[in-house]
């Protein structure tokens, strides 16, 4: 997490103002070869807190190496936390298992999503976390 100060100095008032600056994207991602299928898949979002949703875990979008296909779409539960501030929630980064995606990809595809296939994404609700 990256902090950061501001002093303002006047000859009325000295006052800090402090705030926290949002965390980078972590780059996850890997190569894998399912059923013959070269198939890679990344990180697409950390868990985050919306206004309208409430909190939304991680997801991994997985494609097809080569061509355009449809993707799958894997979207992992929120873990709570504990709400700091009004303004500020705490910042939970999951682990990601390779092998725990590769067994959500299977169970994916033994759902009904085709890496062959086209068409809109296919998204698949994973009823336990990635790591």
């Not at 402090?18 to 299928?37: C, E, L, W, Y």
């Not at 890679?40 to 991994?60: M, P």
């Not at 700091?84 to 705490?90: E, G, I």
Request: aromatic share 8%; with cysteine.
């Amino acid at each position: 997490m990256v902090q950061a100060v501001v002093q303002l100095q006047a000859t009325d008032f000295d006052c800090e103002i402090g705030f926290t600056m949002p965390h980078a994207k972590r780059s996850v991602q890997a190569a894998i070869n399912i059923d013959g299928f070269s198939l890679i898949w990344r990180l697409h979002r950390e868990q985050q807190l919306t206004t309208t949703d409430g909190w939304q875990g991680v997801a991994i979008h997985v494609s097809v190496a080569e061509g355009v296909r449809r993707e799958l779409h894997l979207e992992y539960p929120a873990v709570e936390t504990q709400k700091v501030s009004y303004s500020k929630a705490d910042f939970v980064l999951q682990n990601i298992s390779p092998a725990k995606v590769q067994a959500h990809i299977r169970r994916a595809m033994a759902a009904g999503w085709d890496p062959e296939s086209r068409g809109k994404p296919f998204v698949f609700e994973v009823d336990e976390l990635p790591g």
